[in-house]
Structures are given as structure tokens and as C-alpha cells.
């Protein structure tokens, strides 16, 4: 309990917030290179995989090649970068980049294969072009689908982000190395505390802006859909 005082004394400390060092200058770090890497990776991965899951070519290659991203640790990637790049946001975003690519271009492209073939063949007996089907069917049905993809990355991203202080960039991550190396046990718990609180609000967010896009008539199945997402997300994303 004296602990727990401990983190809230801290937090409730407005010197604590203040400065470059402050958690409102952290905060705002932490966000902006998340968000600079999620622009990114939804400019490569999304039209990626819509295309490709819309012409139903190059799928299977798109998806393996997006997934070594995947494979590699988030700590290696940013090792990597470092070496070909100064310290600072440039090894942090590639990293950050890496690890959002995969998820968003898998969920997309099988978003739009998994779009019942009736659905599409009706669109096309009315007279639509492929355009038409790709932007009037198939996008709807499949936004449940792209869009938890998008969370995945998104709460990926910003947890991850905290990695980025070990390539001198800093964010929240910079107040857990801080707190590690000078054994301020209440430092540590309150930059871990703060990204968690990130993470789930992004969560939360991402969520509304799911069910925003998504079609009335489709919103009864999104619990369907997110649980698939959630319990077997390789299967999906191995496809």
C-alpha cells in the first residue's frame, strides 16, 4: 500500500509534469512517434492489402514477406536501424514501422477474400464496375475486419514505443530507463502505469472509430468478428 501511495504522490506531483523530462513532455513523445509510424504503416499496408485481396493476386507473397517483420524482435529491428542511422527517431520509427506493417496488411487482404463471392457477383449483375465493388461491397463488409487489424498495430505500436528511449529518442520509455538506472522503483511503475493507460486508450478509441465505419447492418456480428481476431490471430494472419 505505502507503494501505491508512493506512485500516486508521484503523479499527483505537478514538478513531476513539468519540463523536458515532465510526463506531459513524455506523453507527448511517446504519442508522436506513435502516431508518425502508424501514418507510415497505413500508407504502405492498407492500400497493400486491399489491392491484393481485391484483385485476389500476390496474396500469399504480400503476407509472408510483411509477416518477416513480424518475426524479427522489435529490439533487434531497432539494433539494425541504429547501425545504418544516427540515434534519435529515425531507428525508432523503422522499428515501429516494422512491427505495424504486418498485422494491418494480413487483416486487410483477407478482410476483402473473405467478402461473401454472391455479395460481389450481385454488385457486378447491377452493373458495377470493379471499382464500384471494390468501394460500394467489399470495403464495407470488410472494415470489422481491417480495423482490428489496425488495433492490433496501433496498441502494438504503442507499447513497443517504450523501446524507443534505448535508442536516445525518449517518450515514457526514457522515464523507465531513468527509473531502472537510478533504482526508483515508483519511477519505473509510473512510466510502465502511463504506457498501459496509452495502450488501452487507444484500445478504446480505435474501437469507437471501428464501429463508427462499420456498416448498421453489420454491427450486430462485430463481437463475432473481434473475437476471431483476438483468440487466433496467426491463423488469420498466416493465411
Known sequence: MDFLVEVAAYFNDRANWRGEAGLANLIGEHLWVSAVAMAVALAVALPLGLVLGHLGRGGVVAINVSNIGRALPSFAVLVIALQVSSIGTTPALVALVALAIPPMVT??????????????????????????????????????LVMAGVRTAA?????????????????????????????????????????????????????????????????????????????????????
Open 107 to 144: 487483416n486487410s487482404y483477407v478482410g476483402i477474400r473473405e467478402v461473401d463471392d454472391e455479395l460481389v457477383e450481385s454488385g457486378r449483375g447491377m452493373g458495377m464496375t470493379g471499382r464500384q465493388v471494390f468501394t460500394g461491397v467489399e470495403l464495407p463488409v470488410a472494415i470489422p
Open 155 to 239: 496498441v502494438q505500436v504503442v507499447g513497443t514505443a517504450t523501446l524507443a528511449a534505448l535508442v536516445g529518442y525518449g517518450g515514457l520509455g526514457a522515464l523507465v530507463v531513468l527509473g531502472l538506472r537510478t533504482g526508483d522503483n515508483v519511477e519505473v511503475f509510473a512510466g510502465a502505469l502511463a504506457v498501459a493507460v496509452l495502450a488501452l486508450a487507444t484500445e478504446v478509441v480505435l474501437g469507437r472509430v471501428q464501429r463508427a465505419l462499420t456498416p448498421a447492418p453489420l454491427r450486430r456480428g462485430q463481437g463475432r468478428v473481434e473475437e476471431v481476431e483476438a483468440v487466433a490471430p496467426r491463423p488469420i494472419w498466416a493465411r
